[in-house]
């Protein structure tokens, strides 16, 4: 099936010299949540603007729903929607209106239900006729989702959505999006919280110093790089790892008193491995008074992949 | 194809912004310019010639309609963009499916409209203190309209040019300003002595207060045609540069 956004060598080079974004390719599937990950400065922002035409790109291409954005941009814009990192809007403004304005904004003829619909969705019926000012944070950012949907985009990218936002809202967000993704629409989000692309994504790509380091999906990543640890305290300090262990990742720690593994796939292989580990203790007559267990997060191989990244 | 809702879209939220700072639009100009009428056409008029046929008061009329238009319709139009640059709102028009002529009819559309209504609420009010009359009411209308229109542009050109509210007012307060009070809306250049009468012709705004003169009076003290072909040319020069910093982002794609 033809991907839904189609980049392909987007170099973006500012005035000042910084390569923001270094011959990007990427695809996105139509109907996936797709997460871009990367510290601060790695090119998201830019990447989301060059699509969405708040940047202008050095080189390289931009196909959206078969489009080609340099000739199709009316149509391709028509169908995007994008909700900024930043809070921006005229805040003198009532909800209602800022609304309506972005509906018309993108073409949509103005509809009262879908509006409402969507100020329902959001929790901003009762807010509808407030100015924007008196709302609260997480209310603005509302808002401003509130207008990214107004035209009913088939491709909503999300620029940190929940950042800054209680876990509340967060909560509702990930809802939201789940909701959205039902409904067939495509979503891009670009997130510091490692934890929200775990939750939500279908794909992950990650980014840093304008260059994609690695596009998979989420489960993929995790199996192919995903780690499981446990840490076994042992009564009596071994000098050395046993026989019946040595094909297993383990190693001995703290003079000889805690054996640690690390292996697994990410996907239940460590589990079954630490069990198996036990149970060779145990017929060794190695006793253990403690056992930690911690299967490795997204953020950790995240962390793992920057800190390779930044050795080189 | 146009985006005629995207146009209409940013017509009404612009005039809308303007309906609700109302004070600053309309009843803070019309006070203004009436005070004038007060005391330049009623107070000090009756006790000044009459210029070329036309009492003072009267006289006085189409140079401070156009003072009014020319910072009115700059103003409203720089803010109008500006403000979306300044509150970082102005991603959603990057965004969206509207080009260069939607935004423009939108945003200078919208400027134009309220200095329009601002220039017929201040003939009205000029009724009330001075008497006047219009020789050429169609084409002192179409005439408003391509001053507002041209310095509505001028102003969205500005609101995008400027990095902060000082320069936003810059152009306003110490060229345009200026320029209008000497350029004829209190006096007939030919009152001047060479070689001042000379160095007004310099003055482009005398082109401007002379044209609308001449659709009220009749009488003006350049060729008519200059004023309307010089504000036709600036139009569309303000068009072309529009068109390029459409075309090359400056100042609004990064």
Same mark, same amino acid.
């Given at each position: 099936?033809?991907?839904?956004?189609?980049?392909?060598?987007?170099?973006?080079?500012?005035?000042?010299?910084?390569?923001?974004?270094?011959?990007?390719?990427?695809?996105?599937?139509?109907?996936?949540?797709?997460?871009?990950?990367?510290?601060?400065?790695?090119?998201? @922002?830019?990447?989301?603007?060059?699509?969405?035409?708040?940047?202008?790109?050095?080189?390289?291409?931009?196909?959206?729903?078969?489009?080609?954005?340099?000739?199709?941009?009316?149509?391709?814009?028509?169908?995007?929607?994008?909700?900024?990192?930043?809070?921006?809007?005229?805040?003198?403004? @009532?909800?209602?209106?800022?609304?309506?304005?972005?509906?018309?904004?993108?073409?949509?003829?103005?509809?009262?239900?879908?509006? @409402?619909?969507?100020?329902?969705?959001?929790?901003?019926?009762?807010?509808?006729?407030?100015?924007?000012?008196?709302?609260?944070?997480?209310?603005?950012?509302?808002?401003?989702?509130?207008?990214?949907?107004?035209?009913?985009?088939?491709?909503?990218?999300?620029?940190?959505?929940?950042?800054?936002?209680?876990?509340?809202?967060?909560?509702?967000?990930?809802?939201?999006?789940?909701?959205?993704?039902?409904?067939?629409?495509?979503?891009?989000? @670009?997130?510091?919280?490692?934890?929200?692309?775990?939750?939500?994504?279908?794909?992950?790509?990650?980014?840093?110093?304008?260059?994609?380091?690695?596009?998979?999906?989420?489960?993929?990543?995790?199996?192919?790089?995903?780690?499981?640890?446990?840490?076994?305290?042992?009564?009596?300090?071994?000098?050395?790892?046993?026989?019946?262990?040595?094909?297993?990742?383990?190693?001995?720690?703290?003079?000889?008193?805690?054996?640690?593994?690390?292996?697994?796939?990410?996907?239940?292989?460590?589990?079954?491995?630490?069990?198996?580990?036990?149970?060779?203790?145990?017929?060794?007559?190695?006793?253990?008074?403690?056992?930690?267990?911690?299967?490795?997060?997204?953020?950790?191989?995240?962390?793992?992949?920057?800190?390779?990244?930044?050795?080189? | 194809?146009?985006?005629?809702?995207?146009?209409?879209?940013?017509?009404?939220?612009?005039?809308?912004?303007?309906?609700?700072?109302?004070?600053?639009?309309?009843?803070?100009?019309?006070?203004?310019?009436?005070?004038?009428?007060?005391?330049?056409?009623?107070?000090?008029?009756?006790?000044?010639?009459?210029?070329?046929?036309?009492?003072?008061?009267?006289?006085?009329?189409?140079?401070?309609?156009?003072?009014?238009?020319?910072?009115?319709?700059?103003?409203?139009?720089?803010?109008?963009?500006?403000?979306?640059?300044?509150?970082?709102?102005?991603?959603?028009?990057?965004?969206?499916?509207?080009?260069?002529?939607?935004?423009?009819?939108?945003?200078?559309?919208?400027?134009?409209?309220?200095?329009?209504?601002?220039?017929?609420?201040?003939?009205?009010?000029?009724?009330?203190?001075?008497?006047?009359?219009?020789?050429?009411?169609?084409?002192?209308?179409?005439?408003?309209?391509?001053?507002?229109?041209?310095?509505?542009?001028?102003?969205?050109?500005?609101?995008?040019?400027?990095?902060?509210?000082?320069?936003?007012?810059?152009?306003?307060?110490?060229?345009?300003?200026?320029?209008?009070?000497?350029?004829?809306?209190?006096?007939?250049?030919?009152?001047?002595?060479?070689?001042?009468?000379?160095?007004?012709?310099?003055?482009?705004?005398?082109?401007?207060?002379?044209?609308?003169?001449?659709?009220?009076?009749?009488?003006?003290?350049?060729?008519?045609?200059?004023?309307?072909?010089?504000?036709?040319?600036?139009?569309?020069?303000?068009?072309?540069?529009?068109?390029?910093?459409?075309?090359?982002?400056?100042?609004?794609?990064?």
């Amino acid at each position: 099936m033809e991907p839904i956004l189609d980049i392909r060598g987007l170099t973006k080079t500012y005035s000042g010299g910084l390569k923001a974004l270094d011959a990007v390719d990427l695809e996105v599937r139509r109907g996936e949540i797709f997460a871009l990950l990367g510290p601060n400065g790695a090119g998201k @922002t830019t990447l989301i603007g060059a699509v969405c035409g708040m940047v202008r790109p050095t080189s390289g291409s931009i196909r959206a729903f078969g489009l080609d954005l340099k000739s199709d941009w009316r149509e391709i814009r028509q169908r995007i929607g994008l909700v900024p990192q930043e809070l921006g809007f005229d805040i003198f403004d @009532t909800v209602d209106r800022q609304i309506r304005y972005s509906r018309g904004l993108f073409g949509r003829a103005s509809d009262d239900g879908r509006i @409402t619909e969507i100020l329902r969705s959001l929790q901003l019926l009762d807010k509808r006729h407030d100015q924007i000012r008196k709302l609260s944070g997480g209310m603005k950012r509302r808002v401003l989702i509130a207008k990214a949907l107004s035209h009913d985009p088939d491709l909503l990218f999300l620029d940190e959505p929940t950042a800054g936002v209680d876990v509340e809202l967060r909560r509702d967000m990930w809802r939201l999006i789940d909701q959205l993704r039902d409904q067939g629409v495509t979503i891009i989000l @670009t997130t510091h919280y490692i934890e929200e692309a775990e939750e939500m994504a279908d794909r992950v790509g990650i980014i840093d110093k304008g260059r994609i380091l690695l596009v998979d999906d989420k489960d993929a990543i995790m199996a192919r790089l995903g780690r499981t640890e446990a840490r076994f305290v042992l009564e009596r300090p071994q000098q050395s790892i046993p026989e019946a262990l040595q094909s297993y990742h383990v190693s001995l720690h703290d003079e000889g008193k805690v054996l640690v593994y690390r292996g697994g796939d990410g996907m239940g292989k460590g589990k079954a491995e630490i069990a198996a580990i036990a149970r060779i203790l145990i017929e060794h007559g190695i006793i253990f008074s403690a056992l930690d267990q911690k299967e490795s997060s997204l953020e950790d191989i995240f962390v793992e992949l920057m800190e390779e990244q930044a050795a080189g | 194809m146009i985006n005629l809702r995207g146009t209409w879209a940013i017509y009404k939220q612009e005039v809308s912004r303007a309906w609700r700072a109302i004070f600053g639009t309309i009843v803070s100009p019309v006070l203004t310019t009436s005070l004038y009428f007060v005391v330049f056409g009623s107070a000090i008029g009756g006790q000044m010639q009459a210029v070329g046929g036309v009492n003072y008061g009267a006289f006085i009329v189409p140079g401070l309609l156009m003072l009014t238009l020319l910072s009115e319709s700059t103003s409203n139009a720089s803010f109008g963009i500006y403000m979306p640059r300044f509150t970082g709102s102005i991603y959603e028009l990057l965004s969206a499916p509207v080009g260069v002529a939607e935004t423009l009819i939108g945003f200078v559309g919208a400027a134009a409209t309220k200095s329009l209504i601002l220039a017929a609420i201040i003939l009205a009010t000029a009724t009330i203190f001075v008497d006047y009359s219009i020789a050429h009411p169609i084409l002192a209308v179409c005439y408003i309209m391509l001053v507002a229109a041209s310095f509505s542009l001028l102003g969205f050109i500005l609101g995008i040019w400027a990095e902060g509210f000082e320069k936003l007012q810059m152009i306003p307060m110490l060229v345009l300003m200026p320029l209008t009070f000497l350029g004829g809306t209190f006096y007939s250049i030919d009152m001047l002595d060479e070689p001042w009468r000379s160095v007004a012709l310099f003055n482009p705004i005398v082109y401007l207060v002379n044209g609308l003169r001449w659709t009220f009076y009749g009488s003006s003290d350049v060729n008519i045609l200059v004023s309307a072909g010089s504000t036709v040319a600036f139009l569309v020069i303000c068009i072309g540069v529009i068109a390029v910093i459409f075309k090359t982002g400056w100042r609004l794609r990064s």
